[in-house]
């Protein structure tokens, strides 16, 4: 009985599974998450593009409409938004320059530590499960608020990088802005249709009757 080939799908699957669950050392863990954070950064868009002409700013003509637009220009923006919330937070916590440091230092444990991590972490030899890393980081994270005090500047920063960002997405047209195909399909702004190489491009373009 002939053996069945394995397609190129069901074998790279093995390889993706390996990245992620052999032990590597901690600092190989901080380094691959930082790599992964760059990359991210570096899917911010051009902030002339960003803040756009007054052409491209206008009413959505009702709420569902007001709902997609900001659903679009938060796949699409969002980097840039998450940018503007981060600045906002650090400028309300200026006047206390240990604050800022301290809860900076808290937040990036957080990306390094929990949302660009991908591997498992290690510690002396013993496995740290995701749900211990949550934990920990929480109780650092209540430890330095209760610390240093700002809770109510940091609220106040962090509503108004808010209210830019929901203003912004609801304001921007999204009309001619191209989304890469792959977070369009992760979004559900378009439905992935069986492959097709004749037709396929590199990416996906939304121009939404508003």
Same mark, same amino acid.
């Given at each position: 009985?002939?053996?069945?080939?394995?397609?190129?799908?069901?074998?790279?699957?093995?390889?993706?599974?390996?990245?992620?669950?052999?032990?590597? =050392?901690? /600092? &190989?863990?901080?380094?691959?998450?930082?790599?992964?954070?760059?990359?991210?950064?570096?899917? !911010?868009?051009?902030?002339?593009?960003?803040?756009?002409?007054? %052409?491209?700013?206008?009413?959505?003509?009702?709420?569902? @409409?007001?709902?997609?637009?900001? $659903? $679009?220009?938060?796949?699409?923006?969002? +980097?840039?938004?998450?940018?503007?919330?981060? #600045? !906002?937070?650090?400028? =309300?916590?200026?006047? =206390?320059?240990?604050?800022?440091? /301290?809860?900076?230092? +808290?937040?990036?444990?957080?990306? /390094?530590?929990?949302?660009?991590?991908? &591997?498992?972490?290690?510690?002396?030899?013993?496995?740290?499960?995701?749900?211990?890393?949550?934990?920990?980081?929480?109780?650092?994270?209540?430890? @330095?608020?209760? /610390?240093?005090?700002?809770?109510?500047?940091?609220?106040?920063?962090?509503?108004?990088?808010? %209210?830019?960002? +929901?203003?912004?997405?609801?304001? $921007?047209?999204?009309?001619?802005?191209?989304?890469?195909?792959? &977070?369009?399909?992760?979004?559900?702004?378009?439905?992935?249709?069986?492959?097709?190489?004749?037709?396929?491009?590199?990416? #996906?373009?939304?121009?939404?009757?508003?």
């Amino acid at each position: 009985m002939p053996s069945v080939p394995t397609t190129s799908t069901a074998a790279a699957a093995p390889a993706a599974a390996t990245y992620t669950t052999i032990p590597i =050392s901690g /600092i &190989d863990v901080v380094s691959r998450s930082a790599q992964n954070l760059s990359v991210s950064l570096s899917r !911010c868009r051009p902030w002339p593009e960003f803040l756009a002409t007054i %052409s491209a700013l206008d009413f959505p003509s009702s709420l569902s @409409a007001a709902y997609l637009r900001f $659903r $679009r220009n938060g796949s699409y923006f969002s +980097v840039n938004y998450t940018i503007i919330i981060t #600045a !906002c937070a650090a400028l =309300s916590l200026i006047g =206390s320059p240990v604050a800022l440091v /301290i809860i900076g230092f +808290v937040f990036f444990l957080w990306l /390094i530590l929990h949302f660009f991590r991908e &591997d498992p972490l290690l510690i002396w030899g013993h496995h740290v499960s995701d749900w211990t890393v949550i934990m920990g980081l929480g109780l650092v994270s209540v430890a @330095a608020l209760w /610390i240093t005090g700002p809770l109510s500047s940091l609220s106040i920063g962090i509503g108004v990088g808010l %209210s830019i960002s +929901v203003v912004h997405g609801v304001l $921007r047209n999204p009309e001619g802005l191209f989304l890469d195909e792959n &977070d369009a399909v992760s979004n559900g702004l378009i439905v992935s249709n069986p492959p097709a190489p004749s037709t396929r491009s590199g990416g #996906a373009s939304f121009t939404p009757p508003l």
